[in-house]
């Protein structure tokens, strides 16, 4: 039982590069959802989806575009990347308790 | 505003001490608040989970403490290990359509041997 996986661990992209961060989760859970952790600020909800084939914004979602993929996978990509997008990302996935990924480490120069 | 606010930003500690964070709370309606902790370069991790009727609740060497009335709750640390070492981050879910979570800064703790 890996919990929340996400690839990559770290990413490097150049201003206008575009990319696809992947998370699964094999708890079996409805509810998925992408943050982005910045210094000295609370994880802010970009995307989330409530169950498979549903998919709302969140409190920051320009600049990104997300798939519920199926029930285990929810993808977040970035169609142009841009400076302000240089975070920590992470995915997590909720019945009652939320369990968080890894995160992706993702600086664009 | 919903917002959740945390003091101290950060705290130092020697190992074998106790410690208690703080975090207060405007976020309406009250569903449940959270807390967890990060290691650095890591998920967070959930530590509590308390609704409206939970005013204290335990996990091994930490205990939360919720005042629903003054929108104030505690996490309280006994015999602190190096290993807790980490962001501890208050966590506030409101009970309305939709998903209304907000996430506090944190605070960080420093154990030193």
């Known amino acids: 039982n890996a919990g929340v996986t996400q690839t990559p661990k770290f990413q490097v992209l150049k201003t206008g590069q575009s990319m696809t961060l992947q998370c699964a989760q094999d708890?079996?859970?409805?509810?998925m959802y992408w943050y982005r952790q910045d210094p000295g600020m609370g994880l802010r909800l970009i995307y989330y989806?409530?169950?498979?084939?549903?998919?709302d914004k969140g409190e920051v979602p320009n600049g990104y575009n997300v798939s519920r993929l199926n029930k285990r996978e929810f993808s977040l990509r970035l169609e142009s990347a841009a400076p302000s997008q240089t975070s920590v990302y992470f995915c997590?996935?909720?019945?009652?308790?939320?369990?968080f990924g890894p995160g992706t480490r993702l600086t664009v120069t | 505003k919903n917002q959740v606010e945390q003091s101290p930003q950060s705290l130092i500690i020697l190992e074998g001490k106790n410690c208690t964070l703080q975090?207060?709370?405007?976020?309406?309606?009250?569903?449940?608040l959270r807390w967890y902790k990060q290691d650095t370069g890591r998920g967070p991790v959930s530590l509590t989970i308390?609704?409206?009727?939970?005013n204290t609740k335990s996990n091994g060497r930490y205990t939360a403490t919720l005042d629903a009335d003054t929108k104030q709750s505690s996490l309280h640390i006994t015999a602190s290990q190096l290993s807790d070492s980490a962001s501890y981050i208050c966590?506030?879910?409101?009970?309305?359509?939709?998903?209304?979570?907000?996430f506090g800064a944190g605070t960080r703790l420093f154990v030193k041997a």
């Open positions: 997590a996935s909720n019945a009652y308790e939320q369990y």
């Open positions: 708890m079996n859970h409805n509810s």
């Open positions: 989806s409530a169950s498979e084939g549903t998919t």
């Open positions: 975090c207060n709370y405007t976020v309406s309606p009250f569903s449940n």
């Open positions: 308390m609704t409206f009727s939970e």
């Open positions: 966590v506030v879910s409101a009970g309305t359509g939709g998903f209304k979570t907000i």
